[in-house]
């Protein structure tokens, strides 16, 4: 994580993923200023060969 108005850092936002039922990160990150960005959606493919929940 960085500090606002950090220089070095020319972004208009910073993001993290966190799985829904880590309530430990959502905890820690929504302690950090972070809050959920509902309007974001994730898309993803399972590549041959791994489990359907998302496990190697």
Same mark, same amino acid.
């Given at each position: ?5 950090? &220089?070095? %850092? ?11 039922? *880590?309530?430990?990160?959502? /905890? ?6 972070? %809050?959920?960005? @509902?309007?974001? /959606?994730?898309? %993803? @493919? &399972?590549?041959?060969? *791994?489990? &359907?929940?998302?496990?190697?």
């Amino acid at each position: 994580m960085t500090r606002a108005g950090d &220089p070095r %850092v020319r972004a208009r936002r910073a993001d993290g993923m966190v799985l829904r039922r *880590n309530g430990t990160a959502h /905890r820690a990150w929504g302690a950090a200023g972070y %809050v959920p960005g @509902e309007h974001w /959606r994730r898309r %993803v @493919e &399972p590549l041959p060969g *791994n489990a &359907p929940d998302g496990r190697f």
